[in-house]
């Protein structure tokens, strides 16, 4: 059986969210694969989803115009932008590697690898005390000697470290998560409460404009989200914990589009800051690990009670379900653990782990949430209703993985930021003139911007303005 085309994959994720098949009619896909280097499809599934958000927001227009508009999207360009952190200068100027110095790989005692997850602070001071070492990647090699690689990442987990083994395909089609994500389809949409239709805004300029999001993520696949939503006019703002770390050099390209603000929600007081703005919104996006917003009062079903017609956005990292739900993961993890590094590697000929050629899991998330979010509220309009949507890392790299693979996807190499100067846009940023990858999904009557830069986080006070 040959393996889908992106139209039949962008065609699948249309019908799972329940949308009107005519609206496919209306969207032009190009160019071929491989962009980046991988055996695996990744231009498929990142010219699908885009243009699934895409289509989506384009459908959401004709709604509230009664227009139709072409939408198009091109492979190279979606592509890339599935990489879209990497082609960043800041004032002229490339911005470096963030990642710190002991995160990666390792083989264990046993034979077997190992990556670790250490950016933040506590996570890298939290692995360095279960090894009893000091922080240099010798140090770490060699306490790691002492390890199993599935023990150490058993004690990791339980000390609320970020660390997995590499499997197989074969033995993550085996472990319990595993079998549990297995189970899931890549994007779930299901209505949480009753409450009675609510009819889209009159028409505006944009296809979102009116429409307001909160933005509760991190990192990149929740934050594309956001920056996804913003890109068609949506009113988003992003809030995160002034005690909380994070990665400047994310924020500068996903928080594109956004207004940021800080609010602390171990205080009532911005609790209670929150609670008056989940009112006034229409869509809630939160990333963090589960159970961390709901236990600070905001479970979807509370929300709900709160907001009635409220779209709640979850990501998580390996799903609600099986032992492995509530387990801290970022996208390097989860490809290691359920197989990609391993299958990459066998590809490439090469020992040790593979990592894809891009967070390609993250990016694939973060357009997958938008689209399902832009779905619920159409449903919302016709239907009525609270509405969940859900994805997972794991879920999204079990969908990647049945795209099929390439036989000669490592013929290419990533292109470098001369090569790819008509898909940047340069603008003013809080931190400095920005050079940054433009939307690959395109719309002929609305064509998608950032009408807000960057800024650090914090700089806006929490409050809508629209």
Not at 48 to 67: F, Y
Not at 230 to 246: D, K, N, R, Y
Request: hydrophobic share 45%; aromatic share 6%.
């Amino acid at each position: 059986m040959a393996d889908p085309t992106p139209r039949q994959i962008l065609a699948a994720l249309w019908h799972l969210a329940g949308l009107p098949e005519e609206a496919l009619e209306h969207v032009v896909l190009t160019g071929t694969e491989p962009v980046l280097p991988s055996s695996f499809r990744v231009g498929a599934a990142a010219q699908a989803a885009i243009a699934a958000a895409a289509l989506a927001a384009a459908e959401v227009w004709r709604r509230r115009t009664g227009r139709p508009q072409g939408v198009s999207v091109d492979m190279r360009h979606a592509t890339l932008e599935f990489h879209s952190e990497h082609y960043l200068l800041l004032d002229g100027k490339p911005l470096g590697d963030s990642w710190d110095s002991i995160a990666g790989t390792y083989r264990c005692g046993d034979g077997r690898y190992v990556r670790l997850h250490t950016n933040f602070p506590h996570h890298r001071a939290g692995v360095l005390h279960l090894l009893g070492c000091e922080g240099s990647r010798d140090a770490v090699a060699k306490a790691l000697e002492a390890w199993r690689a599935e023990d150490f990442e058993q004690a990791a987990a339980e000390a609320g470290m970020c660390v997995t083994a590499m499997r197989s395909f074969a033995e993550w089609d085996a472990h319990a998560q595993g079998q549990a994500t297995a189970l899931l389809p890549a994007l779930r949409i299901e209505k949480i409460g009753e409450a009675p239709p609510m009819p889209l805004p009159p028409a505006a300029a944009r296809p979102l404009q009116g429409l307001r999001v909160l933005d509760l993520t991190r990192v990149i696949a929740g934050p594309v989200c956001g920056r996804t939503l913003a890109a068609h006019g949506a009113e988003v703002l992003h809030i995160t914990g002034p005690h909380l770390p994070s990665f400047p050099h994310l924020i500068l390209d996903v928080n594109r589009g956004k207004r940021a603000t800080h609010l602390d929600l171990r205080q009532e007081a911005d609790r209670a800051t929150l609670r008056d703005l989940v009112t006034g919104t229409d869509v809630f996006v939160q990333g963090y690990r589960p159970g961390a917003i709901s236990g600070h009062g905001f479970a979807p079903a509370g929300l709900a009670a709160l907001r009635p017609g409220i779209v709640c956005t979850s990501l998580s990292a390996y799903g609600e379900v099986g032992p492995w739900a509530n387990r801290r993961g970022f996208d390097s993890l989860v490809q290691t653990a359920s197989g990609f590094n391993h299958a990459e590697a066998r590809a490439a000929g090469v020992e040790g782990p593979k990592p894809l050629p891009c967070q390609a899991l993250d990016h694939a998330s973060g357009y997958l949430l938008a689209f399902g979010t832009l779905a619920a509220l159409l449903r919302r309009a016709e239907e009525g209703g609270s509405w969940l949507v859900r994805v997972s890392l794991a879920g999204t790299g079990r969908w990647l993985r049945g795209l099929g693979r390439l036989s000669e996807g490592f013929a290419v190499r990533a292109p470098a930021m001369e090569d790819i100067a008509h898909l940047l846009e340069d603008s003013d940023s809080g931190f400095g003139r920005l050079t940054a990858m433009r939307h690959a999904g395109q719309l002929a009557a609305t064509p998608p911007h950032w009408d807000l830069p960057s800024v650090p986080l914090g700089r806006h006070p929490a409050a809508w303005v629209g």
